[in-house]
């Protein structure tokens, strides 16, 4: 006998059925309904890191309030805490470590009705792998970063970026968090500082599994992107944890 | 440290000869793409035919079949080089512009006891062993990694690092 009717044989959380209508996940998406809490979230991912007082700092509100939202998000499974000594102190006298929060590694996704989009992209992977398709795959990835290029020019009153940082603005919006070169390094000679990395692969799971597939199209994608806006390129820069690709002016500029 | 070490074994159905043209990138990155795993944190050994720096004139599988195989102590290392290095990740990004798709599997990995180097022959075996039966404890994929023999009971799934 098959279940094929939620709620049936099991209770409303913690089951399967449960688990496909997205418990956990709505527990999660539910702790950042409040504002402060959602801004807190953005903040220490933009950072990469952060502790109570700098997110307090930033926010402008107190360190105890900051430390309750932070507290929440890490037990929502959003966000993981490391205790750390800062600024080098060692020994008696040093203080309690403190803690650190950093986004956690778990993904968080929602959809209702349930759908499940990661399985057949997991399928579709294997065949083209399988079929040799890569190509197809890669023109197709190329075309869609054409019009992306198109439809991010449409969006901003500035039109095609033209400085790396208008890249890393523009490509935000695609779910990149792209890292921008220090100010004044731009132009440098191909160094670290000339380029934009980016620190969010938004198709992780998928590249953990097939990662020369998934690779490779998320670089024909970025090249379609970067190459219609003109004066840019992308490259294979693998990053543990970030996105494998990254980009620069073209050296002939 | 293990006493059993990982090996790898891949093969590639060739487009053209590799003196063809259009090969031309493939070749030239053999050399520093093998220098590369030699230094690379984990590797072992890896297959070259007799005064040469690789293993392409090895071709037990078919005049037109290349062997690439290699033993690292673990998955992981095999696994930092082959996708986590841009040059090696290039390559095979670009595989399908050298090589014809064999329509199975075409990469295995196994255990062998430290010490004891595989040959093509034990790496064609493997690889029939994955095609007839999928992964399992005697041929696997990064996909569906096993555990070296006695390292851990059951299978041990390997997840990315956070």
């Not at chain 1, 100010?183 to 620190?199: D, K, P």
């Not at chain 2, 030699?38 to 071709?59: K, S």
């Not at chain 2, 696994?79 to 595989?95: G, I, K, N, Q």
């Not at chain 2, 064609?124 to 992964?135: S, T």
């Amino acid at each position: 006998m098959t279940e094929d009717t939620a709620g049936t044989a099991d209770g409303p959380g913690g089951t399967a059925a449960g688990e496909a209508f997205g418990e956990r996940a709505i527990g999660a998406a539910g702790a950042l309904a409040d504002p402060v809490r959602r801004r807190l979230y953005r903040y220490v991912c933009e950072r990469g890191e952060a502790g109570r007082s700098d997110a307090a700092e930033a926010l402008g509100i107190t360190r105890t309030l900051a430390a309750f939202h932070l507290d929440r998000l890490a037990g929502a499974g959003l966000l993981e805490v490391e205790r750390r000594r800062l600024s080098g102190r060692q020994g008696p006298g040093a203080g309690r470590p403190a803690k650190v929060y950093r986004r956690s590694g778990q993904e968080v996704s929602l959809h209702l009705p349930p759908r499940d989009y990661e399985a057949a992209a997991r399928l579709l992977a294997e065949a083209v792998e399988r079929a040799g398709a890569e190509e197809a795959l890669y023109a197709v990835a190329r075309e869609e970063g054409r019009r992306r290029a198109a439809e991010a020019e449409g969006a901003g009153s500035a039109g095609a970026p033209v400085r790396l940082e208008e890249v890393a603005r523009a490509l935000a919006a695609c779910g990149y968090e792209p890292v921008a070169p220090a100010a004044g390094q731009e132009g440098g000679e191909g160094g670290e500082g000339g380029e934009v990395r980016l620190r969010n692969c938004p198709f992780r799971s998928l590249a953990a599994d097939f990662p020369p597939l998934t690779c490779g199209m998320n670089l024909e994608l970025l090249r379609g992107t970067v190459e219609r806006w003109g004066g840019f390129q992308a490259r294979t820069a693998p990053e543990p944890g970030g996105c494998c690709v990254a980009i620069s002016k073209n050296n002939e500029d | 440290m293990s006493d059993h070490h990982l090996a790898q074994m891949n093969i590639g159905a060739l487009r053209a000869p590799l003196d063809d043209p259009s090969m031309a990138d493939f070749v030239t990155a053999l050399d520093p793409v093998n220098a590369l795993a030699d230094a690379a944190p984990g590797f072992v050994w890896r297959l070259t035919d007799e005064g040469a720096n690789d293993a392409t004139a090895t071709r037990p599988f078919g005049p037109d079949v290349i062997v690439n195989m290699s033993v690292w102590e673990d998955v992981e290392s095999l696994r930092a080089f082959t996708y986590r290095s841009a040059d090696h990740l290039d390559l095979l990004r670009r595989r399908r512009d050298w090589f014809v798709p064999l329509g199975r599997p075409g990469l295995v990995l196994w255990w062998v006891p430290a010490g004891r180097l595989p040959t093509p022959e034990e790496g064609g075996e493997r690889l029939e062993l994955l095609r007839a039966n999928g992964p399992g404890p005697d041929a696997f994929t990064f996909r569906d990694p096993y555990p070296a023999p006695g390292a851990h009971t059951g299978r041990e799934r390997v997840t990315e690092p956070g």
